[in-house]
């Protein structure tokens, strides 16, 4: 079976740095993406690994480790509209389906 | 560039009326398809995929069912609708592999 799990919510200050984890037990591996999902919107693509290591782009940054079964996504300087939930995905199996994990609402304070 | 359109943005039905909403994509060929369902203050259920036209095949057993009449175009319908089929319905694109994936503007459904 697929079995990914997030943090429910999370809370952080406005110009900290957050850091929402994501573990992951899956038959298979292709990938793994980060989204951003603003409340009644749908998700958008934030970042994706499928090496060991860290990703950057601009204020936002992904780790992983296969070995593991772990990942990160790595907010830096947050500003209000980063306030929305972040869903970890796994790419899985012969048929590249994505295995979406429960996300993490993030609230960003002032 | 590629795009999709998934419509209608919002929908009340009665239960026991049918459902039908659409899918379409530009810009690529020949792309796995999607259908998810997102449940309030939930992830994302995988209902249905395609890898092609004609090809379906469902993951979860319920009321809905997929179509694929072209290339790309991705159709969910039901006969009957529930009161749990209420949700957030999601349309999606990729690449057959080591991409991401793109989502339709996505479906309120509510069903009363």
């Known amino acids: 079976g697929q079995n990914i799990d997030q943090p429910t919510e999370m809370t952080a200050t406005e110009g900290a740095i957050v850091q929402i984890n994501c573990t992951y037990q899956?038959?298979?591996?292709?990938?793994l993406f980060w989204y951003q999902q603003h409340a009644g919107e749908a998700p958008t693509f934030l970042s994706y690994?499928?090496?060991?290591g860290l990703e950057e782009k601009g204020r936002f940054s992904s780790f992983l480790s296969r070995s593991k079964g772990y990942s990160y996504l790595l907010l830096k300087e947050l500003q209000m509209k980063d306030s929305a939930s972040y869903l970890c995905?796994?790419?899985?199996?012969?048929?590249?389906?994505?295995?979406f994990g429960p996300g993490t609402r993030l609230s960003v304070l002032p | 560039s590629q795009t999709i359109h998934q419509w209608p943005a919002t929908l009340v039905q009665p239960v026991g009326s049918p459902l039908s909403l659409e899918c379409t994509v530009e810009g690529t060929s020949n792309p796995n398809l999607y259908w998810y369902r997102q449940a309030a203050g939930r992830g994302l259920q995988l209902l249905f995929y395609s890898v092609g036209i004609g090809q379906i095949s469902s993951e979860v057993p319920q009321n809905l069912s997929a179509s694929r009449p072209q290339d790309r175009q991705f159709i969910l319908s039901s006969k009957k609708l529930l009161l749990s089929d209420s949700g957030f319905y999601l349309c999606?694109?990729?690449?057959?592999?080591?991409?991401?994936?793109?989502f339709g503007q996505g479906t309120r459904l509510t069903v009363v």
């Open positions: 995905a796994v790419r899985v199996g012969r048929r590249q389906n994505f295995v």
């Open positions: 690994n499928v090496l060991d």
């Open positions: 899956t038959s298979g591996f292709n990938g």
């Open positions: 999606a694109w990729s690449e057959y592999k080591n991409t991401e994936a793109f």
